[in-house]
């Protein structure tokens, strides 16, 4: 098969984007098939074989210059124009902007390729893509109305600008129109012909959320790469890790600092959060607060063997998220022989399999149970051995790549043969 991947943004080191994209491709690639991603930045790293188109936006959050004003010569058509005047009024125009920048490269390259597929995109006019001829899947790791509705129940209604006395901010009108895209990815999901979810859990949250019809999904688990394996150094006593994007609340790491901050008040131990927090945002903030932030460090630009080594480091690592659609790294922690513990959240119980046999599972957002998970299972290092072996048992049974690739390819002849098969019923 020819395959056409999209991906709106395919940042490397944070978020499962980029490793999708790069896992997917490569093994897709391995199989057999040709595979061409279309990508706006950031651009994602790829393996050989995997060819890279760069649908080039304004870059407009791009790392220390978030939140940019183009200069004049910068803006190319009237798509940047849009995308520079809907980041302005606090939407998120990525989605749509790339749609309709990649839609027109296709539209010329029709005949390149048997399928598109999108990796959570969901933008109305990809729809049009179905009309030169190619059909069309797409990925939803889970929908995003989820984080939404965390953002908001975390947000105030109005609070005063620092440095101001009488300019305020209102951080929930600013979450409501940040997500404004949302309203895209509800219109186009329902009419995608084929969705590839990564859980249950997700697919559940597909239908709820986004009315998309549950015989047009398909549960495939996603892979953890060779790579992440015990490191066969020994562990750095007292060292908790976790790795989460630390200024969303989604992610709950605002609950294991709190948590973390009762465990320092009877143990000698160490923080390794794998992300870069904004500067002077509520993590920081928050750590200030709790007056824990020497022994707090923060890990980001990691190379994959850096990764992999760091989580093999740690005694034990906690994933807080009040949601998953999959969680990624869990499954990367596992394989490294890492015991965890999970919050009860979305699809990681699906991931870490039956309590307390790969991870000890607490309820999401509960800072007392979750110190005294911490607590029991550094108190136990047989109990943390057998949970790490166990975890790695897990990974090598149920999390592979090349099975996610396979299984992803049987489902696009599915969907190319339905497609063909619906034109040739239609010219009768």
Aim: net charge negative; hydrophobic share 40%; proline share 7%.
């Amino acid at each position: 098969m020819r395959i056409a991947l999209l991906s709106y943004r395919s940042k490397p080191h944070v978020g499962g984007q980029g490793i999708y994209i790069r896992r997917l491709s490569r093994e897709l690639v391995a199989l057999g098939h040709t595979v061409e991603v279309f990508s706006g930045q950031p651009y994602p790293e790829l393996d050989e074989g995997v060819a890279l188109t760069k649908v080039p936006s304004l870059d407009l959050y791009r790392p220390g210059d978030e939140f940019r004003n183009p200069r004049p010569r910068e803006f190319r058509d009237l798509i940047d124009l849009q995308e520079w005047a809907t980041m302005r009024s606090g939407a998120f125009p990525e989605p749509l902007t790339f749609s309709k920048r990649v839609v027109k490269l296709l539209d010329e390259r029709r005949d390149d390729f048997d399928i598109v597929f999108d990796n959570q995109t969901l933008a109305m006019p990809l729809l049009e893509i179905e009309d030169y001829g190619l059909p069309l899947a797409a990925a939803i790791h889970h929908p995003i109305t989820l984080d939404r509705a965390i953002e908001l129940d975390t947000a105030v209604w109005m609070r005063r600008k620092p440095g101001s006395r009488i300019r305020f901010e209102l951080p929930k009108i600013g979450v409501w129109r940040w997500y404004s895209f949302l309203r895209q990815q509800k219109l186009t999901a329902p009419k995608m012909r084929k969705v590839i979810v990564p859980s249950e859990s997700s697919k559940r949250d597909v239908v709820r959320e986004f009315k998309v019809d549950p015989d047009r999904i398909t549960t495939i688990l996603l892979g953890v790469d060779d790579r992440f394996a015990p490191s066969g150094e020994p562990r750095v006593p007292g060292r908790i890790l976790a790795m989460a994007s630390a200024d969303a609340p989604l992610k709950g790491i605002h609950i294991l600092l709190e948590a973390f901050a009762k465990l320092l008040t009877e143990r000698d131990l160490s923080l390794v959060l794998v992300t870069k927090p904004k500067e002077g945002g509520v993590t920081e903030k928050l750590i200030e607060k709790l007056g824990i932030a020497e022994h707090v460090t923060f890990a980001n630009g990691l190379t994959d063997d850096e990764l992999v080594a760091l989580m093999g480091s740690a005694e034990l690592a906690c994933v807080p998220s009040l949601y998953e659609g999959f969680s990624l790294p869990t499954a990367e922690l596992m394989a490294c022989e890492t015991p965890l513990v999970v919050s009860r959240a979305g699809a990681i119980p699906e991931v870490v399999g039956p309590d307390g046999l790969c991870a000890d599972v607490v309820e999401p957002g509960d800072v007392e149970e979750l110190t005294r998970a911490v607590a029991a299972l550094l108190d136990a290092p047989e109990r943390r051995a057998r949970m790490g072996a166990a975890g790695r048992e897990r990974v090598k049974e149920l999390f592979s790549w090349s099975a996610v690739a396979a299984k992803t390819a049987d489902v696009f002849d599915e969907v190319i043969t339905q497609y063909h098969q619906e034109n040739a019923d239609a010219d009768r």
